[in-house]
């Protein structure tokens, strides 16, 4: 394939679902130089370690990161433990705690294992950003506040809003976007990718790397932030609507094959490996009839299995899936519980993992929602007396109880 051919190549499927590019053309800058010379090209990517699991769309940007590395991109995955002392006030209407280094610690080490489920080890190169941030002298650090305003600063909408309310702003959180651009000066990183919500940040170190005479300024790419399974807000794991890459199989599959048909496209564009003409392909034999679209979002929930599990897993969850959602037959595991009767069937669905609590229970049992050993419970005041009982909450939540 000549080498035109293949630029163009990388680049559709380097822009594939991003929000936002500054520049364009240095990307298409550094792929020509990669196809002419070999010579790599440092694409960065920071990760504050204040969880310790990733959900599905914090792979947004490992999957990004992947396709760079497909077309000759040295990724720079840096864990920002300095940083993550301080915390990213990025949209935070207060000052956020700071992580002590020990959790810090803790939590890098786990984002590690995880990623390297996506990308290729041979082409990332791990930093700490601590290496030189906790290494800054005093002169270094003033010279470094040097290089913004005040007033720039408070130009981000988040900074804007805390002043004009007259909530409090430590100094602390002005060096956040200094730090995170000052990384990219020693880096000497070519591309930064962030979050949309990562706009003013992503730019510090653009804007650092021309006032330290580095010799470059980064691209910057945004990429969009992940619908939840709800289809409307952000994935989050405080709002209960995401998938954690260390859940198991089933649970996985099942919460992947929950989503809408709508949305499912967009997971594709965003988490899956196949190429932009493969996904087209698929989409189109969903609209004249030839695929069914719950085979394609099967596809793609067994893509995503087999990634973070095995091939074998994710055969398995597939199975799992249809046995209990389409034959209707019960899970070949559940959780199991004992609890002290008798007691009320909203009260033991709290008790066994499956409501949050009697009040959600009370409406799941009005809408018909809840089962015992397969048969829909008509009686809201409903005794449970001494012995064995499958509880169910709609299709997905079981729970084998034991009332003594």
């Known amino acids: 394939m000549p080498h035109t051919e293949k630029i163009q190549t990388a680049l559709s499927e380097i822009r594939r679902g991003s929000a936002e590019i500054i520049t364009d053309e240095q990307i298409e800058k550094l792929l020509t130089r990669y196809y002419e010379?070999?010579?790599?090209?440092?694409?960065?990517?920071?990760?504050?370690?204040?969880?310790?699991?990733?959900?599905?769309?914090?792979?947004v940007l490992l999957q990004k990161l992947a396709a760079f590395q497909k077309y000759g991109g040295i990724v720079q995955f840096l864990?920002?433990?300095?940083?993550?002392?301080?915390?990213?006030?990025?949209?935070?209407s207060q000052t956020r705690?700071?992580?002590?280094?020990?959790?810090v610690k803790a939590n890098a080490k786990s984002y590690e294992k995880q990623v390297f489920k996506i990308l290729d080890p041979e082409k990332t190169v791990v930093v700490f950003n601590s290496d030189w941030l906790g290494k800054l002298t005093s002169y270094?650090?003033?010279?470094?506040?040097?290089?913004?305003?005040?007033?720039?600063?408070?130009?981000?909408?988040?900074?804007?809003?805390?002043?004009?309310?007259?909530q409090d702003i430590s100094i602390y959180e002005f060096f956040y976007p200094l730090f995170q651009g000052y990384d990219s000066v020693v880096l000497k990183s070519d591309i930064e990718i962030g979050g949309t919500d990562q706009k003013f940040n992503l730019?510090?170190?653009?804007h650092l790397q021309r006032a330290y005479n580095v010799g470059k300024e980064q691209v910057v790419m945004m990429m969009p932030i992940l619908e939840g399974l709800d289809g409307v807000q952000k994935m989050s794991k405080s709002l209960g609507n995401f998938i954690g890459v260390t859940e198991d199989p089933n649970t996985m599959f099942a919460k992947i094959m929950s989503i809408s048909d709508d949305l499912m496209w967009r997971y594709?564009?965003?988490?899956?490996?196949?190429?932009?003409?493969?996904?087209?392909?698929?989409?189109?034999?969903?609209?004249?009839?030839t695929l069914h679209p719950k085979r394609a979002k099967e596809m793609l929930a067994e893509e995503i299995v087999e990634r973070f599990h095995s091939k074998e897993a994710a055969s398995a969850a597939r199975e799992e899936?249809?046995?209990?959602f389409k034959q209707k037959d019960l899970p070949t595991d559940m959780p199991q519980y004992e609890i002290e009767g008798p007691i009320w069937i909203a009260k033991a669905l709290v008790e066994a993992g499956l409501e949050t609590s009697t009040s959600q229970a009370r409406r799941d049992l009005a809408a018909g929602a809840v089962r015992i050993d397969q048969k829909k419970v008509e009686?809201?005041?409903?005794?449970?007396?001494?012995?064995?009982?499958?509880?169910?909450?709609?299709?997905?939540?079981f729970a084998k109880v034991k009332v003594k």
């Open 140 to 166: 270094e650090m003033i010279e470094l506040a040097s290089k913004r305003t005040v007033a720039r600063m408070l130009e981000r909408d988040d900074f804007e809003k805390r002043f004009k309310s007259g």
């Open 97 to 103: 705690k700071k992580l002590t280094q020990e959790e």
């Open 321 to 324: 899936f249809n046995k209990v």
């Open 79 to 92: 864990i920002g433990d300095f940083t993550g002392m301080i915390g990213d006030p990025t949209g935070k």
């Open 268 to 289: 594709y564009d965003l988490l899956s490996a196949r190429t932009i003409p493969q996904i087209e392909k698929m989409k189109e034999d969903v609209a004249n009839g």
């Open 203 to 206: 730019l510090m170190g653009r």
């Open 37 to 59: 010379t070999g010579e790599p090209y440092y694409v960065k990517a920071g990760f504050d370690p204040t969880a310790p699991d990733l959900h599905l769309g914090h792979t």
């Open 379 to 397: 009686d809201k005041d409903l005794q449970l007396e001494a012995g064995e009982y499958i509880l169910q909450v709609g299709k997905k939540k």
